[in-house]
């Protein structure tokens, strides 16, 4: 049966910016309903709730027959975690779940430097006068660094190696603000909880509650203020203009095997989308395409970006205890790499060989992907120009900060099959990294800022309809991961909103 309903505030998605604006729309005092297409996680004493990488199963995927990260293994399909998107010339890893992509991610909130920002922002968005975002966001989240009676245990051997490395290199290193609970991490370091941080666990969600998750700060407020309500396993399908002059949104209900049971409408005059780079382009594309929402201009879908991600697993000739101690915790910022500005953490990957790193970098890439419509099978897809000399440049520039690092590495063994050996002076071999692009977690743009929306997120054709997420983003969030700047980013809309337009 078709259910039909109209309600005031219609938020879909509950990621950053998702979560951001609910909150901050049911702090207002306005009536709130918040669209899930994922389901709820919530930890418990039990420390069942998610799945593990070493024995995954259908939680740890988004309607998949096989796992998604690592090397493939059936499970049975389920409302999961993490979905996997190949598009052409990059593949895409985003969240479901409510929380979105705080449930997986490596809880890091960095802040770009003003540099950076200034690279990748147009001068309408003041780094001085956005800082106090950055602040709102963090007097939310409380994010920690990690102790040093953490750090300095077997646990996070990889991270104090990383930092050791990076000092010989002569580059600069911080202990990372992330939205973990450094307390939760002793206890199991104590024995009072089953290890999951420090075992490595991070994309399946971390089953001790180390995360502070955007479920327990962000909506838990908005849900305190009894003005939001958030209906999980609700899947947006369509938006198209209302009779009213407002929108009409199409979605599915569906069970944990992602089967329909029901479909229905909302109609609301204020729309705001935080579905993420990918769910909320592919929303205002395919609207645009089936000429459902037919005002929409023709920089809705461009300007995407990978956030200038890398990957690598480093042969560095000394004990690393790989496959333990999360989440990152520290960080490399190679600001002034004369090919790009590289900013490089260092995470655990449970199946990595003993005596290697393995490595996340993030830069500004220089050219820009589009989702393109086609009318025959009503799909968007993504392509993104992974050959292109822009995208090369950030590849090149991750490497030669790697390069300074493996110089200061001596060793004998024979490195892993991702790296090539180079003899050095006197006989002995040093690794030469590699690293490997075309992969990211980090989609960035679609809809964005002073080309397909205003600077706080309106979007360009239509009164009441909002972008509060990563599509708002042009492709980088300045040599960052993404989380804090989405958020701050909403932070700064949303207030200008609830100002001015409602």
């Given amino acids: 049966m078709l259910q039909s309903e109209q309600v005031d505030c219609l938020v879909i998605g509950s990621g950053f910016g998702g979560s951001v604006a609910a909150s901050r729309l049911s702090s207002a005092g306005k009536k709130v309903v918040l669209l899930e297409r994922g389901k709820e996680w919530k930890t418990s004493d039990e420390q069942d709730t998610f799945s593990s990488y070493r024995h995954p199963d259908g939680r740890s995927a988004w309607l998949s027959d096989e796992t998604v990260l690592f090397e493939p293994q059936p499970i049975p399909r389920f409302t999961g975690l993490v979905e996997r ?75 104090r190696v990383f930092l050791e490395q990076a000092a010989k290199a002569g580059l600069h290193t911080e202990k990372l603000f992330i939205a973990s609970s450094w307390d939760i991490a002793k206890q199991e370091i104590s024995g009072e909880k089953r290890p999951s941080a420090i075992d ?25 203020t009894g003005n939001l309500e958030i209906r999980p396993l609700h899947n947006v399908t369509g938006i198209r203009e209302d009779d009213s002059d407002g929108f009409a949104v199409h979605y599915q209900r569906i069970d944990s095997s992602g089967k329909s049971l029901e479909e229905g409408t909302i109609t609301t005059r204020r729309l705001f989308l935080g579905a993420g780079s990918i769910g909320t382009s592919r929303l205002l594309i395919k609207a645009k395409g089936k000429g459902t929402l037919p005002k929409l201009n023709d920089f809705v879908g461009k300007f995407w970006g990978d956030n200038g991600d890398t990957f690598a697993t480093r042969n560095v000739g000394t004990e690393t205890n790989p496959g333990q101690g999360g989440p990152a915790s520290v960080v490399i910022k190679h600001h002034d790499n004369p090919i790009s500005p590289q900013t490089i953490i260092v995470y655990p990957q449970w199946d990595a060989p003993e005596g290697t790193l393995t490595s996340l970098g993030m830069s500004i890439p220089q050219d820009h992907g589009e989702f393109r419509y086609d009318d025959r099978d009503e799909s968007v897809k993504l392509f993104w120009p992974i050959d292109s000399p822009g995208v090369r440049k950030v590849l090149d520039g991750v490497n030669h900060t790697y390069s300074l690092m493996d110089a200061c590495i001596d060793i004998e063994a024979e490195a892993p ?77 949303i207030e200008n909103i609830i100002a001015n337009d409602l």
């Fill in 85 to 159: 998107c190949v598009e052409d010339g990059v593949t895409v890893w985003v969240a479901a779940g409510v929380g979105g992509g705080s449930l997986v991610y490596n809880t890091v909130l960095l802040r770009p430097s003003q540099e950076n920002f200034e690279k990748v922002f147009a001068s309408e968005v003041s780094y001085s006068d956005f800082v106090k975002y950055f602040d709102r966001v963090y007097a939310v989240m409380q994010p920690e660094q990690i102790p040093d009676e953490v750090l300095n245990t077997h646990y996070y051997l990889s991270s």
């Fill in 200 to 224: 490595g666990e991070i994309w399946y969600g971390i089953n001790s509650g180390m995360k502070k998750s955007l479920d327990r700060n962000y909506l838990d407020i908005g849900l305190r």
């Fill in 417 to 493: 099959d991702s790296q090539d050996s180079g003899q050095t002076s006197n006989g002995r071999t040093h690794p030469t990294t590699q690293a490997v692009n075309g992969i990211t977690a980090h989609p960035l743009g679609g809809v964005v800022m002073g080309k397909a929306c205003d600077y706080y997120g309106r979007v360009m054709g239509y009164d009441g309809l909002y972008v509060m997420d990563g599509a708002f983003i042009p492709g980088s969030t300045a040599a960052t991961n993404p989380a804090l700047t989405i958020a701050a980013f909403a932070e700064r809309s």
